[in-house]
Each structure stands twice: as structure tokens, then as C-alpha cells.
């Protein structure tokens, strides 16, 4: 039998993808708390800093509230918090030899890391819907347009993505669920507080500019703010890096994946 080419190996390869991202998110079945639980914190810093920090007026955002400014960074936070511990899960399936399986298998390395990269971005989902309603219970001014609500939800998916992919190269490199756990504890507030989620880049230092403008976390939440609540962003260019980091993200994912197993 010849093996697909052209289209036919295209829509081969996306079935595939698309079937482990159906895996992954049929192991929510086994704990269906888990979207509610992990829903709890982001709703906490939205509810607790942001309605803080919206009266001390400490943080200049413009004409626009602190707690419209926030809500975008919460969003972006919560499924960078999802996907950064992605790689823990690919660990698991090593150890129960379900990887090993999987590696032996036509299926290339790229289509079970996109897969998996991918399904971290729709478990993200659920927290976009939640961030969107309790924002809206608080006064955010933000839109209802279905269409731009679709476009933040795929940028949410592109940054989490990413961040899945970092976490399972590191558990190419790593190999060990409790030394990934603490690189991905030591990385995940770096990230976060070195991007524009809680504060404007113009208010900070000069190398935390730096960093801020290569962490894709920025990207994210200026794409989430121009199309949730309507601030001046660049859309072309936070999607195209967003695009580029997940497409590096899985080719470097996929170069690793082979370490698992040694």
C-alpha cells in the first residue's frame, strides 16, 4: 500500500493531530473538577488584585480601567498556567508505556506534539469563558462580538500552544515529572510578570523591556486587549509571532520527544 502524498498526506496528518487532541481532552472525563478548580485562582486575581489595584490608581493604564487593562493578562495567565506543567502528562505516558506505543507508529513525532500542544489550548477554553463572564459581572468593558471573542479564543490556543511545547521540551531534557515541576514553578511567575499582563511595558526598566518583547505571554495579552476591550494593538504582528512560536515550539518538542524514551 503507498503510502499518502500531497493532500491526502495533509488531511492525514491533521486527522491524526486532531485524534490526540480528542485523547487528551477525554482524560477530563476521569476528573471533570479540574476545569472548575483550575477556574478559581484566575477569578481570584481578577476579583482580589484587580479590584485592589483599581482603587489605590497605582498602575497608570490611560483612559482605560485597571480592571478592563487586567482582564486580557488574567486570561492569558490562567492558560499559561494550564500549559506550562503540559509536559508532567507526556512523562506519565511514558512511564505507562503508552509513548512508547505511539513512537512506533507511522504517526509523525510532530503530529502527537501538535496534538497534545493544541488540546492545552482548548482545556484553556473553559477559563476564557469564565474570565469573560466574571469580567462582565464587574463592569469590564467588554465586547460580545462572537467573532472577536473567536479570535481572542485562538489566540489563547496559539499561546498555550507554546507554552505546552516549552514544557515538553523540557521534559525531553529533563526526563523526571518532580525536576520538570520545579523548573516549571521557577519559569512560570518570571514569565508572567515579565510580560504586559498586569502592568504597560512602557513602566518598566530597560532589560525588562528586552525580555518582555521576546516573551510571546505580550503577544498574547495585546492581541486579547485589542479584541476584547478595544486598546490600539498590533494584531498582524502578535499573531504572526504567536504562529511562529508555536510552529518553533513543536519542531523543538518533536526534536526532544525521542529522549523520553531512552
Not at 41 to 63: A, D, E, N
Not at 186 to 210: C, Q, R
Request: hydrophobic share 55%.
Amino acid at each position: 500500500m503507498r503510502a499518502p502524498r500531497g493532500a491526502q498526506r495533509a488531511k492525514a496528518l491533521a486527522s491524526r493531530i486532531v485524534t490526540f487532541s480528542i485523547v487528551e481532552l477525554q482524560k477530563l472525563r476521569h476528573d471533570r473538577t479540574e476545569l472548575v478548580t483550575r477556574a478559581v485562582q484566575p477569578v481570584l486575581w481578577m476579583v482580589i488584585f484587580g479590584t485592589t489595584f483599581s482603587r489605590l490608581h497605582t498602575i497608570p493604564t490611560g483612559s482605560v480601567p485597571y480592571l478592563d487593562f487586567l482582564a486580557p493578562g488574567i486570561i492569558a495567565q490562567s492558560a499559561l498556567f494550564i500549559a506550562i506543567f503540559y509536559g508532567i502528562q507526556i512523562i506519565w505516558d511514558r512511564d505507562a508505556g503508552i509513548l512508547n506505543k505511539l513512537l512506533v507508529t507511522p504517526t509523525p513525532r510532530s503530529a502527537l506534539i501538535t496534538g497534545k500542544s493544541f488540546a492545552a489550548g482548548l482545556r484553556s477554553i473553559a477559563q476564557v469563558l469564565v474570565i469573560v463572564v466574571v469580567s462582565l459581572l464587574m463592569g469590564v468593558g467588554m465586547t460580545l462580538n462572537p467573532l472577536k471573542i473567536l479570535a481572542a479564543i485562538v489566540a489563547v490556543m496559539l499561546g498555550a500552544a507554546f507554552f505546552a511545547c516549552l514544557s515538553m521540551t523540557i521534559a525531553g531534557l529533563v526526563r523526571m515529572r518532580d525536576r520538570l515541576m520545579g523548573i516549571g514553578q521557577a519559569i512560570t511567575m518570571p514569565l508572567f510578570f515579565a510580560s504586559n499582563a498586569l502592568y504597560p511595558i512602557d513602566l518598566m526598566p530597560g532589560w525588562l523591556k528586552v525580555i518582555s518583547h521576546v516573551n510571546p505571554l505580550s503577544y498574547e495579552v495585546d492581541a486579547l486587549r485589542g479584541l476584547l476591550i478595544g486598546t490600539s494593538s498590533h494584531l498582524l504582528l502578535d499573531f504572526g509571532v504567536l504562529v511562529l512560536a508555536a510552529g518553533i515550539g513543536i519542531a523543538t518538542a518533536s526534536s526532544l520527544l525521542g529522549r523520553l524514551v531512552r
